[in-house]
């Protein structure tokens, strides 16, 4: 079965947790061997489960959250977003 990149973000958790049936999992690693998008937000969303585990606390830039969802929403709308990458604005 071939994956939307839609349908491999609703199983990363599941991919990250190993709790995924081997069917399902076989799909989402097909899928993540050639999208880079998808790549990327399993590298995030590990790196952030990583830096989440040791209780550090880390300030997020003005405005981060906003963008992130803006960019998720253009991201589900369709082809590559708006061209702003997240964290570039008032990054200080």
Known sequence: MVLECKH?????????????????????????????????ILDST?????????????ELPLGFSERLHARLEAEMRGPRGTGEEIGEEGDS
Not at 14 to 37: F, N, P, S
Not at 47 to 55: F, H, P, R, V, Y
Request: hydrophobic share 45%; glycine share 4%; with cysteine.
């Open 8 to 40: 491999v973000w609703e199983h990363i958790s599941g991919y990250l947790d190993g709790t995924l049936d081997a069917a399902v999992l076989e799909d989402v690693q097909k899928h993540l061997e050639h999208c880079e998008i998808c790549s990327a």
């Open 46 to 58: 590990r790196n952030i489960l990583i830096l989440t585990a040791d209780e550090r606390v880390f």
